[in-house]
């Protein structure tokens, strides 16, 4: 994982699971999605594939990649944000997504109740670096 990323992840519990199965369980992922998901966040995935933890001052939970279009399906985001793809939340009312309506995507935080209207949504990055900074850096 970059040094950069490992950074502001030392305190997640990450579960682990093979590269090659992470890599072929996304291709999968990617084609139910419509999504191709950014190398940064495919690097984290690779080698923490679901997890929590703190980042900074914020709660992070990420999904498992197998998890994704459950998860994607439970929230309801193809009928009320069709141009979300979430991947985690803080543990409570938000998600945190890429928007496919951006190249390349930005990671939002959309509030779980009002996922369709984008007063909900705040952008956190335009990669899953700046994003990881973005919550690191949250007071």
């Not at 197998?66 to 979300?84: C, H, M, Q, R, T």
């Amino acid at each position: 994982m970059e040094k950069a990323i490992a950074q502001f992840t030392q305190q997640i519990e990450c579960e682990t699971t093979d590269p090659r199965d992470v890599a072929e369980t996304l291709k999968e992922v990617e084609a139910k999605l419509k999504v191709s998901f950014p190398d940064d966040y495919i690097n984290f995935i690779t080698v923490c594939n679901g997890g929590e933890g703190i980042v900074g001052n914020s709660y992070l939970a990420m999904w498992d990649v197998k998890e994704l279009v459950s998860l994607n399906e439970d929230y309801g985001v193809a009928e009320f944000a069709p141009w979300i793809v979430l991947f985690g939340g803080n543990g409570g009312g938000l998600g945190y997504g890429f928007d496919k309506r951006s190249h390349p995507m930005r990671i939002v935080e959309v509030d779980y109740v009002c996922i369709d209207d984008p007063a909900c949504q705040i952008e956190c990055g335009q990669s899953f670096l700046q994003f990881l900074e973005f919550l690191f850096e949250r007071s």
